[in-house]
């Protein structure tokens, strides 16, 4: 499967943005797809998943509460909407997706996407 991110950009702090996932292969609902960033400095993080199986969703604890990940299989795309963004949400944000793995919240992820740029202004 190969992945497409997108979405990203500038905004204040206390805004909202909604990262897209766009997978091609026609088998895009037996994927797990999660999100991961890289804040400038730091290693890469887990931010979120949605399982393939009935939707099981997981978030890094930074991030619950304001994010929330989801997906549309019709449309073969995992969306992240971020809402009361911090400057600490500001990284390259990248999707990733495994296939029928178990349903848990860490995983080894096989596909990767190329990132995109999220900046929160303070």
């Known amino acids: 499967v190969q992945l497409q991110a997108s979405g990203g950009g500038l905004v204040q702090a206390g805004g909202s943005l909604r990262l897209s996932c766009a997978a091609s292969?026609?088998?895009?609902?037996?994927?797990?797809v999660g999100w991961f960033r890289q804040r400038p400095g730091k290693e890469r993080e887990f931010v979120a998943s949605?399982?393939?199986?009935?939707?099981?969703?997981y978030y890094a604890d930074s991030v619950k509460g304001r994010f929330t990940i989801s997906r549309d299989n019709a449309k073969s795309t995992v969306y992240l909407q971020m809402n009361s963004l911090k400057p600490e949400d500001t990284a390259v944000y990248y999707c990733?997706?495994?296939?029928?793995?178990?349903?848990?919240?860490?995983?080894?992820?096989?596909?990767w996407g190329q990132g995109t740029l999220v900046t929160v202004s303070s």
């Open positions: 990733a997706a495994v296939y029928l793995p178990p349903v848990q919240p860490i995983l080894a992820y096989d596909y």
């Open positions: 292969g026609r088998t895009f609902s037996s994927y797990t």
């Open positions: 949605v399982s393939w199986a009935g939707g099981t969703t």
